[in-house]
């Protein structure tokens, strides 16, 4: 359902790149931001960067897993709190002032990024959300899960519910097939039935067959999957289980911007750079690897990655930068907004940092 006019990021295609190596060098440093729109929230005028995403972050428990790499136990150093260490709580009120916000931003077009901890892990707030997503749903151009799959794979209501309210796609999360080695990077809670491989090949084959495109999303580390030959196997899985994309996300940036913490720790020892896998798939000569075509390169706020074509499969290589993250949100504009759990908007995943308001 995406707008044509929705572009959060800028995509240049293949034909019309003719050294990839002076993206790659340059990165997230070669997004061209478009001129900010100005709006009215809380009394106030800000100033939100075109083809943001709204993400109403996802804690209404805590997660069920604890993945090595947790992005959301990272404490950035002008942080006062973090977001994963305070569910939801009051869901009347809760959704009584999303549905405020929602309304304040009427006309300006986003995407909704359903994330933050684990979306999947408390049905009733996620079928209440999407039921107050459909009050809304010309607010949202492209709607997306990031989800370990959880309760996809223990609640019969929710991938059909996603269905129902036009999901672009659910990005599922997996470290690797090999069970022994995923339970070792995602390390889920021992009740959680998605942790065996079984029961996860069989929810990404449901969620598709639902009618809701699968994205399966592996973060590159040394634990798991880091070369080239990691990544054909992993592929070679994804399509037997007729999944048509997967992205390889490197591990974000964190330069001197975060606390030390056994996060950050586990992310220093194990980072896979991506931008060896890009080098080996197509190199600075042209010469692109056998079962490789190159799509195209993708530049936004603090991201960047390239778009492959292998066999059925549409293959995303992806780098980013938390550091350039930090410094876009400060730049005065916008460039995401994110519902926290204590009902304040902000333009960051810190809660204290770019805040809006209460919108109770």
Same mark, same amino acid.
């Given at each position: 359902?995406? +707008?044509?006019?929705?572009?959060? =990021?800028?995509?240049?295609?293949?034909?019309?790149?003719?050294?990839?190596?002076?993206?790659?060098?340059?990165?997230?440093?070669?997004?061209?931001?478009?001129?900010?729109?100005?709006?009215?929230?809380?009394?106030?005028?800000?100033?939100?960067?075109?083809?943001?995403?709204?993400?109403?972050?996802?804690?209404?428990?805590?997660?069920?897993?604890?993945?090595?790499?947790?992005?959301?136990?990272?404490?950035?150093?002008?942080?006062?709190?973090? +977001?994963?260490?305070?569910?939801?709580?009051?869901?009347?009120?809760?959704?009584?002032?999303?549905?405020?916000?929602?309304?304040?931003?009427?006309?300006?077009?986003?995407?909704?990024?359903? @994330?933050?901890?684990?979306?999947?892990?408390?049905?009733?707030?996620?079928?209440?959300?999407?039921?107050?997503?459909?009050?809304?749903?010309?607010?949202?151009? %492209?709607?997306?899960?990031?989800?370990?799959?959880?309760?996809?794979?223990?609640?019969?209501?929710?991938?059909?519910?996603?269905?129902?309210?036009?999901?672009?796609?659910?990005?599922? @999360?997996?470290?690797?097939?090999?069970?022994?080695?995923?339970?070792?990077?995602?390390?889920?809670?021992?009740?959680?039935?998605?942790?065996?491989?079984?029961?996860?090949?069989?929810?990404?084959?449901?969620?598709?067959?639902?009618?809701?495109?699968?994205?399966?999303?592996?973060?590159?580390?040394?634990?798991?999957?880091?070369?080239?030959?990691?990544?054909?196997?992993?592929?070679?899985?994804?399509?037997?289980?007729? #999944?048509? =994309?997967?992205?390889?996300?490197?591990? +974000?940036?964190?330069?001197?911007?975060?606390? %030390?913490?056994?996060?950050?720790?586990?992310?220093?020892?194990?980072?896979?750079?991506?931008?060896?896998?890009?080098? #080996?798939?197509?190199?600075?000569?042209?010469?692109?690897?056998?079962?490789?075509?190159?799509?195209?390169?993708?530049?936004?706020?603090?991201?960047? =990655?390239?778009?492959?074509?292998?066999?059925?499969?549409?293959?995303?290589?992806?780098?980013?930068?938390?550091?350039?993250?930090?410094?876009? #949100?400060?730049?005065?504009?916008?460039?995401?907004?994110?519902?926290?759990?204590?009902?304040?908007?902000?333009?960051?995943?810190?809660?204290?940092?770019?805040?809006?308001?209460?919108?109770?």
């Amino acid at each position: 359902m995406s +707008s044509e006019r929705f572009s959060p =990021n800028q995509f240049r295609h293949a034909s019309s790149i003719t050294h990839p190596g002076e993206f790659r060098d340059g990165r997230w440093h070669t997004f061209t931001p478009r001129a900010p729109v100005e709006r009215v929230l809380l009394g106030r005028r800000w100033l939100l960067r075109p083809g943001l995403t709204f993400t109403p972050y996802a804690n209404p428990t805590r997660c069920n897993a604890h993945c090595a790499f947790c992005s959301e136990e990272l404490a950035r150093i002008d942080a006062t709190r973090l +977001s994963a260490h305070t569910t939801i709580s009051g869901y009347d009120r809760y959704f009584a002032a999303l549905d405020r916000a929602w309304s304040e931003l009427r006309g300006f077009e986003m995407g909704l990024s359903l @994330s933050g901890l684990e979306a999947t892990s408390e049905p009733e707030w996620l079928l209440r959300l999407l039921s107050l997503l459909d009050v809304h749903s010309a607010l949202f151009a %492209e709607r997306v899960l990031y989800s370990n799959g959880s309760g996809l794979a223990t609640d019969e209501r929710l991938v059909p519910a996603l269905a129902r309210a036009r999901f672009d796609r659910a990005e599922l @999360s997996r470290a690797h097939f090999d069970e022994k080695l995923n339970q070792r990077i995602m390390r889920f809670g021992l009740g959680q039935p998605i942790r065996g491989g079984e029961v996860f090949s069989e929810t990404v084959r449901r969620v598709q067959r639902e009618g809701v495109p699968v994205k399966l999303v592996c973060i590159l580390n040394t634990q798991g999957v880091s070369t080239i030959e990691h990544v054909e196997h992993y592929l070679d899985e994804a399509e037997a289980l007729g #999944v048509g =994309n997967v992205v390889f996300r490197e591990l +974000s940036v964190l330069g001197d911007i975060y606390r %030390e913490n056994r996060e950050t720790r586990w992310i220093a020892a194990h980072r896979a750079p991506v931008r060896a896998l890009m080098d #080996v798939i197509l190199d600075a000569e042209g010469h692109t690897r056998t079962g490789w075509t190159l799509e195209g390169v993708t530049s936004g706020y603090y991201y960047y =990655n390239e778009r492959y074509r292998r066999g059925r499969i549409e293959v995303t290589l992806e780098g980013s930068s938390y550091v350039a993250h930090r410094d876009a #949100v400060g730049s005065g504009v916008l460039q995401k907004l994110v519902f926290h759990s204590t009902r304040e908007l902000c333009g960051d995943w810190v809660p204290n940092s770019q805040v809006v308001g209460c919108y109770d």
